[in-house]
């Protein structure tokens, strides 16, 4: 095999090797993309859901909080134990 038909062998290997890398990387971009937006997705509902966690916490803080004041102005606080007064 001659100098030439080396180097247009080595030229086709080098051009099937930059398509395959640029495939490659084609493929990895959109991989990466998708992880991106997986964890956007996912982010945003648990932040979503955490948000909606807290006031409902907070919700039902407050209804307790009436409850024992509603309680203590009719001055039965200390009659109904702790366990049936916060049971929901």
């Not at 959109?30 to 006031?55: G, P, R």
């Amino acid at each position: 095999m001659g100098i030439k038909e080396r180097l247009s062998e080595l030229g086709k290997s080098m051009s099937e090797l930059t398509l395959e890398l640029h495939e490659t990387n084609t493929t990895m971009r959109e991989s990466m993309k998708l992880i991106s937006d997986t964890i956007k997705d996912l982010s945003e509902n648990f932040s979503k859901t955490l948000a909606e966690t807290l006031k409902t916490i907070e919700e039902m803080k407050i209804q307790i909080d009436i409850r024992d004041t509603v309680l203590k102005s009719l001055g039965i606080d200390g009659v109904i134990p702790d366990f049936f007064k916060r049971k929901k």
